[in-house]
T-cell receptor, first 116, second 110 residues
Framework: EADIYQTPRYLVIGTGKKITLECSQTMGHDKMYWYQQDPGMELHLIHYSYGVNSTEKGDLSSESTVSRIRTEHFPLTLESARPSHTSQYLC???????????????FGNGTRLTVT | QKEVEQNSGPLSVPEGAIASLNCTYSDRGSQSFFWYRQYSGKSPELIMFIYSNGDKEDGRFTAQLNKASQYVSLLIRDSQPSDSATYLCAVGYSNYQLIWGAGTKLIIKP
């Protein structure tokens, strides 16, 4: 049961195009994340958000931007797609942690992006 | 630099046996530990999380945490072919920061 939704599921696009990957969650979670994952590799954090109007860059510079205008919506935008952006993009959310303890992430189904 | 290490595998286990997956981490400041399962082409899904030293059991799964030795393990009892997947270890350092291992590929042989 998907409480966090990503669209599109697959996207093939040409170099230089602007694209937005959508992510919405219905769980009311404050924290949301975007990860990038290549096949057989670890997840890399691109952006995260603690709540509305809060966004931070992660440890991977992907030349993308995010916005968080509503709690449930956390879109990722690539201003100019390049072949190096070809990857799987995963959106996740989490409920508030217990003090300093992190809480589990819930992932969407992902968007597989191919830039030609 | 904080690191999480996992043997990439593949780890091959006969059906019905116990599968043991290990994860080591570098920073003693780690507070939370998560195991995720990821089928090929799918998103990670949470298996278990553990915060305190010792064992935590959930059905066929047991997570074991040893902070002194800086490792966390996942045991899968009565392994089934459907358990064949990549298992990701994630270590939390604060309320939001997670460091991920590259995962161990597990193959359960019928």
């Amino acid at each position: 049961e998907a409480d966090i939704y990503q669209t599109p599921r697959y996207l093939v696009i040409g170099t230089g195009k602007k694209i937005t990957l959508e992510c919405s969650q219905t769980m009311g979670h404050d924290k949301m994340y975007w990860y990038q994952q290549d096949p057989g590799m670890e997840l890399h954090l691109i952006h995260y958000s603690y709540g509305v109007n809060s966004t931070e860059k992660g440890d991977l510079s992907s030349e993308s931007t995010v916005s968080r205008i509503r709690t449930e919506h956390f879109p990722l935008t690539l201003e100019s797609a390049r072949p190096s952006h070809t990857s799987q993009y995963l959106c996740a959310s989490s409920e508030p942690g217990q003090g300093y303890l992190g809480s589990p992430l819930h992932f969407g189904n992902g968007t597989r992006l191919t830039v030609t | 630099q904080k690191e999480v290490e996992q043997n990439s595998g593949p780890l091959s286990v006969p059906e019905g046996a116990i599968a043991s997956l290990n994860c080591t981490y570098s920073d003693r400041g780690s507070q939370s530990f998560f195991w995720y399962r990821q089928y090929s082409g799918k998103s990670p899904e949470l298996i278990m999380f553990i915060y305190s030293n010792g064992d935590k059991e959930d059905g066929r799964f047991t997570a074991q945490l040893n902070k002194a030795s800086q490792y966390v393990s996942l045991l899968i009892r009565d392994s089934q072919p459907s358990d064949s997947a990549t298992y990701l270890c994630a270590v939390g350092y604060s309320n939001y920061q997670l460091i991920w291992g590259a995962g161990t590929k597990l193959i359960i042989k019928p």
